[in-house]
């Protein structure tokens, strides 16, 4: 292959010499299609300039498509040996552009800083078993991070790109829409994968924009998770634990300009926002 990328006897054979057995632990579903990949660095839009962090790299599939698409890779790895092969491997496949990378071996849920360059852009196939919380995580702990393409399960992806009124619309919806603005950017088969899932996959693209003004993400996410914890309650009975009454929150509601009989899966990010900024001005009980 001319571009370097690995297909399913070159993804068998890195595995067989390395002595790695895919983890379902770890969700390690290796990508072995190399249009696939075309495909997620297409769809990512990276620019020449682009930094690009990826979470997972496995055996380096999608990081040889990224090296040759802008100016520097940060991959994190948290399986040791992976880590520790895939500058070998890139240095193998894709030697003019093997100085791009950096490769840490590391547990993106812990992630901190970075060295520079700083990453301004996220692609990533994610560990599904830990998807969400990574990609919350890392747009957290990232500011720099200005867009990305990620893939997770459909189902997934369907909950975390749903707007207000859906029926998957949920906790990992408002929380992703804090940070960003996202879409689903298309659908993966299972059997693009090594060893195949028992699922489909999806893909998500986000542009980060500014979060709702004045707002303060830990109080807003207090009552997300709330209202989320008995979704088929109203509001004021959902809230009822986290304002200190059913009382308390409906005055909280009324004073965000929300109405109490209205439910978690109707408010947007904005309106949680102003219930968590109301809670700050009304006393409790």
């Not at 300039?49 to 802008?70: N, R, Y």
């Not at 919350?136 to 720099?144: E, I, V």
């Not at 992806?157 to 749903?162: E, K, M, S, V």
């Amino acid at each position: 292959m001319t571009d370097g990328l690995l297909g399913p006897a070159q993804i068998r054979d890195l595995a067989a010499r390395l002595g790695v057995r895919p983890s379902k632990s770890l969700g390690q579903n290796f990508l072995h299609d190399a249009n696939t990949i075309r495909r997620i660095v297409r769809t990512a839009e990276l620019a020449a300039d682009d930094v690009a962090i990826e979470i997972g790299p496995g055996l380096g599939s999608l990081t040889l498509g990224l090296l040759t698409a802008c100016r520097a890779v940060v991959a994190i790895e948290v399986d040791p040996v992976l880590a520790g092969a895939l500058t070998g491997t890139v240095r193998d496949r894709v030697p003019a552009v093997a100085d791009r990378l950096t490769v840490l071996n590391a547990d993106a849920l812990t992630l901190g800083a970075l060295p520079d360059p700083q990453p301004t852009a996220l692609v990533a196939n994610l560990p599904y078993n830990v998807a969400v919380p990574v990609l919350l995580h890392l747009l957290a702990a990232l500011p720099t991070v200005r867009h990305g393409l990620v893939m997770l399960q459909a189902e997934v992806a369907d909950r975390l790109t749903a707007g207000p009124g859906s029926k998957v619309y949920g906790v990992p919806s408002v929380k992703l829409a804090w940070y960003a603005a996202a879409r689903r950017a298309g659908a993966v088969p299972r059997t693009v994968f090594w060893p195949a899932p028992n699922v489909d996959s999806g893909l998500v693209a986000f542009h980060r924009r500014d979060p709702p003004s004045g707002a303060d993400r830990v109080a807003t996410f207090a009552v997300v998770d709330a209202a989320f914890a008995q979704r088929r309650k109203t509001l004021r009975a959902a809230l009822a634990g986290w304002a200190g009454s059913p009382a308390a929150a409906e005055r909280v509601l009324r004073a965000a300009g929300v109405d109490p009989g209205a439910r978690g899966e109707g408010l947007d990010v904005a309106a949680f926002a102003r219930v968590a900024a109301a809670r700050t001005q009304q006393p409790a009980g």
